[in-house]
Protein backbone atom coordinates (compact mmCIF):
# COMPACT_ATOMS: atom_id res chain seq x y z
CA UNK A 1 0.00 0.00 0.00
CA UNK A 2 1.20 3.76 -0.31
CA UNK A 3 1.56 5.92 1.72
CA UNK A 4 -1.33 8.76 2.21
CA UNK A 5 -0.28 12.14 0.77
CA UNK A 6 1.15 14.98 2.74
CA UNK A 7 -1.86 17.57 3.61
CA UNK A 8 -1.68 21.01 5.10
CA UNK A 9 -2.76 19.85 8.30
CA UNK A 10 0.45 17.90 8.42
CA UNK A 11 2.83 20.47 7.30
CA UNK A 12 1.34 22.77 9.92
CA UNK A 13 1.88 20.01 12.87
CA UNK A 14 5.62 19.28 11.84
CA UNK A 15 6.75 23.32 11.73
CA UNK A 16 4.52 23.87 14.69
CA UNK A 17 2.23 26.89 13.21
CA UNK A 18 -1.14 27.13 12.32
CA UNK A 19 -2.68 25.93 8.56
CA UNK A 20 -3.55 29.56 7.44
CA UNK A 21 0.65 30.34 8.45
CA UNK A 22 1.54 27.23 5.80
CA UNK A 23 -0.99 28.74 3.17
CA UNK A 24 0.35 31.89 3.83
CA UNK A 25 4.06 30.31 2.99
CA UNK A 26 3.21 29.04 -0.17
CA UNK A 27 0.83 31.69 -1.57
CA UNK A 28 3.74 33.84 -0.88
CA UNK A 29 2.39 36.66 1.54
CA UNK A 30 4.20 39.15 3.18
CA UNK A 31 4.93 39.88 6.49
CA UNK A 32 6.17 36.58 7.42
CA UNK A 33 9.36 36.12 9.66
CA UNK A 34 12.25 34.15 8.18
CA UNK A 35 12.62 31.92 10.90
CA UNK A 36 8.97 31.25 10.50
CA UNK A 37 8.79 30.91 6.70
CA UNK A 38 12.18 28.91 7.18
CA UNK A 39 10.55 26.38 9.44
CA UNK A 40 7.68 25.86 6.87
CA UNK A 41 9.60 25.50 3.97
CA UNK A 42 11.77 22.36 5.94
CA UNK A 43 8.37 21.15 6.63
CA UNK A 44 6.91 20.95 3.38
CA UNK A 45 10.60 19.23 1.62
CA UNK A 46 11.04 16.70 4.70
CA UNK A 47 7.07 15.67 4.02
CA UNK A 48 7.19 16.21 -0.06
CA UNK A 49 3.66 18.05 0.77
CA UNK A 50 2.57 19.32 -2.83
CA UNK A 51 -0.57 21.84 -2.92
CA UNK A 52 -3.98 21.07 -4.22
CA UNK A 53 -3.25 23.88 -7.19
CA UNK A 54 -6.85 22.98 -8.01
CA UNK A 55 -8.23 23.79 -4.23
CA UNK A 56 -5.88 26.96 -4.08
CA UNK A 57 -7.32 28.36 -7.91
CA UNK A 58 -11.03 27.65 -6.60
CA UNK A 59 -10.29 29.90 -3.54
CA UNK A 60 -8.74 32.84 -5.57
CA UNK A 61 -11.85 32.27 -7.94
CA UNK A 62 -9.55 31.49 -10.90
CA UNK A 63 -9.73 28.61 -13.23
CA UNK A 64 -5.81 27.89 -12.94
CA UNK A 65 -5.66 28.11 -16.80
CA UNK A 66 -3.91 30.41 -19.29
CA UNK A 67 -4.37 30.41 -23.00
CA UNK A 68 -1.36 30.80 -25.55
CA UNK A 69 -2.63 31.72 -28.72
CA UNK A 70 -0.24 31.42 -31.90
CA UNK A 71 -0.62 31.17 -35.53
CA UNK A 72 1.01 27.39 -35.85
CA UNK A 73 2.32 25.17 -33.35
CA UNK A 74 4.07 23.44 -35.82
CA UNK A 75 6.56 26.37 -36.60
CA UNK A 76 9.87 26.27 -34.50
CA UNK A 77 9.90 29.38 -32.88
CA UNK A 78 6.29 29.13 -31.72
CA UNK A 79 6.85 25.38 -30.29
CA UNK A 80 9.53 26.85 -28.15
CA UNK A 81 7.73 29.68 -27.16
CA UNK A 82 5.19 27.27 -26.00
CA UNK A 83 7.34 25.62 -24.07
CA UNK A 84 8.74 28.29 -22.28
CA UNK A 85 4.67 29.60 -21.21
CA UNK A 86 4.36 25.82 -20.17
CA UNK A 87 6.86 26.22 -17.52
CA UNK A 88 6.44 30.07 -16.75
CA UNK A 89 2.52 29.27 -15.90
CA UNK A 90 3.40 26.25 -13.81
CA UNK A 91 6.00 28.07 -11.91
CA UNK A 92 2.84 30.74 -11.52
CA UNK A 93 0.54 27.87 -9.97
CA UNK A 94 -1.72 27.29 -13.78
CA UNK A 95 -1.67 25.04 -16.70
CA UNK A 96 -1.99 26.54 -20.39
CA UNK A 97 -4.43 25.58 -23.17
CA UNK A 98 -2.49 25.91 -26.47
CA UNK A 99 -4.86 27.30 -29.97
CA UNK A 100 -3.90 27.82 -32.80
CA UNK A 101 -5.19 30.76 -35.39
CA UNK A 102 -3.23 29.85 -39.09
CA UNK A 103 -3.56 33.63 -38.87
CA UNK A 104 -7.16 33.83 -39.21
CA UNK A 105 -9.01 36.60 -39.02
CA UNK A 106 -12.19 35.14 -37.76
CA UNK A 107 -10.61 32.49 -35.54
CA UNK A 108 -8.66 35.41 -34.33
CA UNK A 109 -11.39 37.57 -33.60
CA UNK A 110 -13.27 34.43 -31.66
CA UNK A 111 -10.17 34.19 -29.64
CA UNK A 112 -10.33 37.41 -28.20
CA UNK A 113 -13.50 37.86 -27.28
CA UNK A 114 -12.69 34.62 -25.03
CA UNK A 115 -14.84 32.19 -26.81
CA UNK A 116 -12.85 28.68 -25.44
CA UNK A 117 -13.75 25.46 -24.37
CA UNK A 118 -12.88 26.06 -21.13
CA UNK A 119 -12.84 29.14 -18.72
CA UNK A 120 -9.06 30.66 -18.46
CA UNK A 121 -7.77 33.66 -16.38
CA UNK A 122 -5.70 35.10 -19.14
CA UNK A 123 -4.53 34.80 -23.21
CA UNK A 124 -1.39 35.51 -24.39
CA UNK A 125 -1.93 35.68 -27.95
CA UNK A 126 0.38 36.55 -30.70
CA UNK A 127 -1.69 38.26 -33.54
CA UNK A 128 -1.25 37.92 -37.11
CA UNK A 129 -4.93 39.49 -38.65
CA UNK A 130 -6.37 41.28 -35.86
CA UNK A 131 -6.36 45.10 -35.29
CA UNK A 132 -5.70 47.45 -33.20
CA UNK A 133 -9.45 48.83 -33.21
CA UNK A 134 -10.97 45.36 -32.50
CA UNK A 135 -8.57 44.50 -29.56
CA UNK A 136 -9.64 47.88 -28.09
CA UNK A 137 -13.71 47.19 -28.75
CA UNK A 138 -13.31 43.48 -26.73
CA UNK A 139 -15.68 43.65 -23.80
CA UNK A 140 -14.48 40.50 -22.75
CA UNK A 141 -12.83 41.64 -19.40
CA UNK A 142 -10.04 38.30 -19.47
CA UNK A 143 -6.53 39.86 -19.06
CA UNK A 144 -4.88 40.03 -22.46
CA UNK A 145 -0.93 40.17 -23.53
CA UNK A 146 0.27 40.16 -26.64
CA UNK A 147 3.37 39.17 -28.64
CA UNK A 148 4.66 39.25 -31.89
CA UNK A 149 5.99 41.92 -34.32
CA UNK A 150 3.34 44.38 -34.08
CA UNK A 151 2.67 46.19 -31.25
CA UNK A 152 -0.89 47.64 -32.50
CA UNK A 153 -0.61 50.88 -30.37
CA UNK A 154 -1.04 50.16 -26.87
CA UNK A 155 -4.15 48.68 -27.06
CA UNK A 156 -3.11 45.80 -24.57
CA UNK A 157 0.34 45.30 -22.65
CA UNK A 158 2.97 44.21 -25.45
CA UNK A 159 5.90 41.60 -25.03
CA UNK A 160 8.44 41.36 -27.72
CA UNK A 161 11.97 42.96 -29.15
CA UNK A 162 12.65 45.65 -31.04
CA UNK A 163 12.22 44.64 -34.22
CA UNK A 164 13.42 47.48 -35.93
CA UNK A 165 16.78 47.86 -34.23
CA UNK A 166 17.35 43.96 -34.56
CA UNK A 167 16.56 43.88 -38.28
CA UNK A 168 18.93 46.96 -38.63
CA UNK A 169 21.69 44.66 -36.62
CA UNK A 170 21.49 42.05 -39.18
CA UNK A 171 21.90 44.14 -42.44
CA UNK A 172 24.54 46.16 -40.56
CA UNK A 173 26.35 42.77 -40.25
CA UNK A 174 26.14 41.99 -43.87
CA UNK A 175 27.42 44.92 -44.62
CA UNK A 176 30.47 45.00 -42.08
CA UNK A 177 30.79 41.63 -43.96
CA UNK A 178 31.68 43.16 -47.07
CA UNK A 179 28.23 43.10 -48.76
CA UNK A 180 27.10 46.34 -50.86
CA UNK A 181 23.78 44.77 -52.53
CA UNK A 182 21.09 43.72 -50.13
CA UNK A 183 18.20 42.29 -50.48
CA UNK A 184 15.36 40.49 -47.98
CA UNK A 185 13.06 37.81 -48.05
CA UNK A 186 9.93 38.08 -46.29
CA UNK A 187 9.06 41.42 -46.00
CA UNK A 188 5.74 41.16 -46.31
CA UNK A 189 3.38 44.47 -47.77
CA UNK A 190 2.48 47.01 -46.97
CA UNK A 191 5.79 47.41 -46.18
CA UNK A 192 5.56 50.83 -44.47
CA UNK A 193 3.91 48.78 -41.83
CA UNK A 194 6.71 45.93 -41.92
CA UNK A 195 8.96 46.87 -38.75
CA UNK A 196 11.86 44.38 -39.86
CA UNK A 197 11.32 45.39 -43.42
CA UNK A 198 11.88 49.52 -41.91
CA UNK A 199 14.95 48.47 -39.63
CA UNK A 200 16.51 46.69 -42.54
CA UNK A 201 15.89 49.63 -44.74
CA UNK A 202 16.97 52.43 -42.44
CA UNK A 203 20.48 50.41 -41.98
CA UNK A 204 21.05 49.99 -45.79
CA UNK A 205 20.48 53.76 -46.88
CA UNK A 206 22.48 54.83 -43.35
CA UNK A 207 25.31 52.88 -45.64
CA UNK A 208 25.13 55.01 -48.43
CA UNK A 209 24.01 52.00 -50.54
CA UNK A 210 21.23 51.22 -52.70
CA UNK A 211 17.91 49.18 -52.16
CA UNK A 212 17.02 47.39 -55.23
CA UNK A 213 13.51 46.41 -54.95
CA UNK A 214 13.96 43.27 -57.26
CA UNK A 215 15.57 42.27 -54.30
CA UNK A 216 12.95 42.68 -51.51
CA UNK A 217 10.60 39.17 -51.94
CA UNK A 218 7.65 39.18 -50.36
CA UNK A 219 6.41 35.71 -49.22
CA UNK A 220 2.65 33.69 -48.79
CA UNK A 221 4.39 32.63 -45.61
CA UNK A 222 7.44 31.82 -43.41
CA UNK A 223 8.11 28.25 -44.02
CA UNK A 224 11.31 26.65 -45.78
CA UNK A 225 9.06 26.48 -48.40
CA UNK A 226 8.49 30.13 -49.19
CA UNK A 227 12.12 30.98 -49.05
CA UNK A 228 13.39 28.55 -51.48
CA UNK A 229 10.19 29.83 -53.81
CA UNK A 230 11.20 33.51 -52.92
CA UNK A 231 15.16 32.90 -54.11
CA UNK A 232 13.86 31.09 -57.28
CA UNK A 233 11.99 33.83 -58.20
CA UNK A 234 15.16 36.19 -58.06
CA UNK A 235 16.86 33.65 -59.86
CA UNK A 236 14.43 33.43 -62.92
CA UNK A 237 14.60 36.79 -63.04
CA UNK A 238 18.33 36.67 -64.75
CA UNK A 239 18.77 40.13 -62.63
CA UNK A 240 22.34 40.33 -60.45
CA UNK A 241 21.64 38.31 -57.31
CA UNK A 242 22.20 40.04 -53.69
CA UNK A 243 25.68 39.47 -52.17
CA UNK A 244 24.01 39.64 -48.58
CA UNK A 245 20.81 38.45 -48.02
CA UNK A 246 18.20 39.09 -44.65
CA UNK A 247 15.54 36.59 -44.34
CA UNK A 248 12.57 37.20 -41.65
CA UNK A 249 12.71 34.25 -40.01
CA UNK A 250 15.58 31.37 -39.56
CA UNK A 251 12.83 28.93 -41.59
CA UNK A 252 13.14 31.33 -44.54
CA UNK A 253 16.58 31.16 -44.69
CA UNK A 254 17.00 28.07 -44.48
CA UNK A 255 14.76 27.27 -47.52
CA UNK A 256 16.94 30.22 -48.98
CA UNK A 257 20.23 28.13 -48.64
CA UNK A 258 18.85 25.34 -50.03
CA UNK A 259 17.68 27.25 -53.09
CA UNK A 260 21.08 28.70 -53.34
CA UNK A 261 22.71 25.34 -52.70
CA UNK A 262 20.69 23.52 -55.63
CA UNK A 263 21.95 26.46 -58.52
CA UNK A 264 25.51 25.87 -57.19
CA UNK A 265 25.65 29.81 -55.39
CA UNK A 266 27.91 28.87 -52.52
CA UNK A 267 27.01 30.18 -49.15
CA UNK A 268 28.96 32.44 -47.59
CA UNK A 269 31.33 33.06 -50.68
CA UNK A 270 28.52 34.29 -53.51
CA UNK A 271 25.59 35.17 -50.88
CA UNK A 272 25.99 35.48 -47.09
CA UNK A 273 22.28 34.81 -45.37
CA UNK A 274 21.36 35.36 -41.81
CA UNK A 275 18.17 34.71 -40.69
CA UNK A 276 15.95 35.77 -37.50
CA UNK A 277 14.84 34.08 -34.17
CA UNK A 278 18.04 31.45 -33.53
CA UNK A 279 15.71 27.90 -34.25
CA UNK A 280 17.35 24.97 -32.97
CA UNK A 281 17.77 23.83 -36.43
CA UNK A 282 19.92 26.51 -37.83
CA UNK A 283 22.83 25.53 -35.58
CA UNK A 284 22.79 22.36 -37.65
CA UNK A 285 22.15 23.12 -40.98
CA UNK A 286 25.29 23.22 -43.51
CA UNK A 287 26.66 25.99 -43.47
CA UNK A 288 25.36 26.74 -40.08
CA UNK A 289 23.20 29.43 -39.54
CA UNK A 290 23.86 33.20 -38.50
CA UNK A 291 21.04 35.22 -36.45
CA UNK A 292 19.09 37.73 -34.17
CA UNK A 293 18.26 35.70 -31.18
CA UNK A 294 14.98 36.33 -29.05
CA UNK A 295 14.93 35.66 -25.66
CA UNK A 296 11.93 33.13 -25.50
CA UNK A 297 12.31 32.31 -21.89
CA UNK A 298 12.26 36.25 -20.73
CA UNK A 299 9.46 36.62 -23.10
CA UNK A 300 7.18 33.86 -21.30
CA UNK A 301 8.29 34.76 -18.37
CA UNK A 302 6.89 38.05 -18.37
CA UNK A 303 4.20 37.67 -20.49
CA UNK A 304 2.49 35.54 -17.67
CA UNK A 305 3.81 37.93 -14.71
CA UNK A 306 1.73 40.56 -16.91
CA UNK A 307 -1.47 38.67 -16.76
CA UNK A 308 -0.91 37.57 -13.05
CA UNK A 309 -0.75 41.45 -12.43
CA UNK A 310 -3.27 42.63 -14.64
CA UNK A 311 -4.14 46.10 -12.69
CA UNK A 312 -0.51 47.09 -13.10
CA UNK A 313 0.01 46.10 -16.97
CA UNK A 314 -2.46 48.53 -17.97
CA UNK A 315 -0.65 48.90 -22.11
CA UNK A 316 2.64 48.20 -20.84
CA UNK A 317 5.08 47.74 -23.51
CA UNK A 318 7.92 45.46 -22.51
CA UNK A 319 10.93 45.09 -24.44
CA UNK A 320 12.85 42.20 -24.37
CA UNK A 321 16.35 41.68 -25.40
CA UNK A 322 18.02 39.95 -28.24
CA UNK A 323 21.52 39.09 -29.46
CA UNK A 324 23.31 38.79 -32.78
CA UNK A 325 24.61 35.16 -33.19
CA UNK A 326 27.37 34.91 -36.16
CA UNK A 327 27.62 31.21 -37.56
CA UNK A 328 29.24 29.99 -40.82
CA UNK A 329 26.17 31.32 -43.41
CA UNK A 330 27.61 35.04 -42.69
CA UNK A 331 31.44 34.21 -42.18
CA UNK A 332 33.32 35.61 -45.37
Not at 24 to 51: C, F, K, M
Not at 124 to 153: C, H
Not at 289 to 306: C, G, K, Y
Request: overall charge negative; some cysteine.
Amino acid sequence: MTAPRPRLADVAERAGVSMKTVSNVINDYPHISAATRSRVETAIDALGYRPNLSARNLARGRAGMIALVVPQLDMPYFASLARHVIDAAHGAGSVVLIEQTGGDLQAERQLVAGEFARRVDGIILNPLAVGAEEIARRTDQTPLVLLGERTLDGVAPHVGIDNHAAAAIAAEHLIERGCTRLGMIGASPPLRQNVRYLGFRQAVRAAGLDLDQHLLRPTAGVRGIDGERAVEEMIDTGKPLPDGLFCATDWLALGAIRALHRHRIAVPQDVAVIGFDDIPYGEASTPSLSTIATDREQIARRAVALLNAPDKAAAEEVTIDFELIVRESTAR
